[in-house]
């Protein structure tokens, strides 16, 4: 399986560090060895001294499609959860000023922990779901699904004109304001409304 992540989706979130805001989507990819499950511990990389959080609505695709009409694209997910893009700031601003992929600030082992997924059905309306992110019992990020510049629709209709997409595929789809650096010891705690989904430790 692989991991398609979405950058600069939330436009507050790209103000925040000086990013423009995007005309077409932003992707990057994890690899399947990225993942944390079941609320494992996050071991802190030595290689970065500033991960930042960002707390993210995750898309689990139910079926292959490539060259997804948009109108369609809505019958290729049929859960949500949520998840956290870990990021080595200082790796990834390296590699920005030299033009370079972000994968290595992006992509290392555990950088994406994963909640357990429920249905869409649960939500009257996806573009509507509340999510945020606590560190040590303070609400560090909170979002809206509202807010997307880009919708889950044309998110999917896009990645598959270029990448096909397969059964249990996962679509990080952006994340809304408020990143910050993690340190050994906090406590992440990640809710989609008032459900607590992700629960873990720095260490």
């Known amino acids: 399986m692989k991991i398609i992540a979405i950058g600069r989706n939330y436009a507050e979130h790209a103000k925040e560090l ?6 077409t989507p932003v992707i990057f990819m994890k690899p399947e060895t990225a993942l944390l499950k079941e609320n494992k511990p996050f071991y802190h990389p030595d290689f970065s001294e500033d991960i930042h959080h960002e707390i993210e609505i995750v898309l689990k695709i139910s079926k292959e499609g490539k ?3 948009e109108k369609f694209a809505a019958n290729y997910y049929e859960e949500i959860g949520l998840g956290i893009d870990f990021t080595a700031r200082d790796i990834q601003a390296r590699h920005k000023e030299k033009g370079l992929p972000w994968e290595l600030a992006k992509a290392f082992d555990g950088s994406a922990p994963i909640s357990n997924f429920v249905p869409k059905a649960k939500f009257e309306s996806v573009y509507d779901i509340n999510f945020k992110l606590d560190i040590n019992g303070e609400t560090r990020q909170q979002g809206n699904t509202r807010d997307l510049l880009f919708s889950f629709e044309s998110i999917i209709a896009f990645v598959s004109k270029y990448i096909t997409l397969k059964k249990g595929d996962l679509i990080f789809t952006g994340t809304p304001p408020g990143v910050s650096k993690v340190k050994i010891g906090d406590r992440l705690e990640g809710y989609l409304e008032d459900e607590k989904m992700l629960d ?4």
């Open 200 to 203: 873990f430790y720095v260490k």
């Open 67 to 69: 060259y997804i009409d």
């Open 18 to 23: 000086n990013n423009p805001v995007p005309t």
